[in-house]
């Protein structure tokens, strides 16, 4: 490998808010913030989703409508028919 051509790979602390989950992972990702975890500082990524909170993972899933966008309106409005 050439040398001073990759970026710097080391322990970064990412932090799923939906979950209020943290995660200490090797990575190359650059951050400007840092946070203390576990008595060492760390830089620190915050992220929306990650396996602590996805569905896929958590086995929880989210019930949708089956019914269609026309169906729906005529259920709603179903009382102001002539």
């Known amino acids: 490998m050439r040398p001073n051509i990759h970026p710097e790979y080391r322990e ?12 200490v992972i090797g990575s190359t990702l650059q951050s400007s913030q840092s946070k203390e975890y576990e008595g060492k500082v760390y830089p620190y ?20 409508s089956n019914e ?15």
């Open 45 to 64: 990524v915050t992220l929306d989703i990650s396996s602590a909170s996805h569905p896929f993972y958590t086995g929880e899933q989210r019930q949708t």
């Open 12 to 23: 970064v602390l990412f932090h799923d808010t939906n979950a209020n989950a943290y995660f």
């Open 68 to 82: 269609g966008r026309v169906a729906s309106f005529n259920k709603r409005f179903a009382r102001f028919k002539r």
